[in-house]
């Protein structure tokens, strides 16, 4: 990451913001959505002759399938970080959920990672590792790693994390409000 010279510093937003997507998931979404349309299709034109109970079955599976599919791929097709001058929120998908806020005064430090990578944190979405501590990965690259006072850290994925980083460790020395002084 690149460091501002000494006794410069710039100009930032009362309000920085920042997005990642990962359009592939739509795929997944699809394919949920398919999933949950065969199960209304053997609801609405079965013709099982084995009885009620394996078509119930098998028309909840495909409906609670799909749905599952179908949501949990659309709440993380993007994630949205606003930063303002007191804390860092995380928003996920459409609806902004899953949300975490972090206020500044809980982050000890902030770090540029170039290579976050979904398979290093078990998967896309909102992951928990021991080792690792607690992430918000939609796609594969850039992002922005909170070191917690708590001693636990927070990574998200975003473009333009570099700038995202500045903003932060501008914010979080002591007696600046990220203005030109």
């Not at 398919?34 to 409906?63: K, N, Y």
Request: proline residues 5%; hydrophobic residues 45%.
């Amino acid at each position: 990451m690149r460091d501002h010279p000494h006794g410069e510093q710039a100009q930032h937003p009362d309000v920085w913001t920042g997005r990642a997507t990962k359009r592939v998931q739509w795929l997944p979404a699809l394919a949920g959505a398919a999933v949950m349309a065969l199960g209304i299709e053997l609801a609405v034109d079965s013709a099982w002759t084995s009885g009620i109970a394996p078509l119930v079955m098998a028309v909840v599976g495909c409906i609670a399938a799909g749905l599952l599919v179908l949501f949990g791929t659309l709440a993380f097709l993007h994630v949205d970080l606003k930063l303002d001058k007191e804390c860092l929120e995380v928003r996920c998908g459409h609806i902004g959920v899953p949300r975490r806020r972090i206020p500044l005064s809980h982050v000890a430090g902030a770090e540029f990672d170039a290579h976050v990578n979904p398979r290093h944190w078990g998967g896309w979405g909102y992951r928990w590792r021991p080792e690792k501590g607690t992430a918000v990965v939609v796609r594969r690259g850039e992002g922005v790693v909170l070191r917690l006072w708590d001693g636990h850290t927070f990574t998200v994925t975003v473009d333009n994390a570099e700038a995202a980083v500045r903003v932060i460790r501008d914010r979080l020395r002591p007696g600046t409000t990220g203005a030109l002084h």
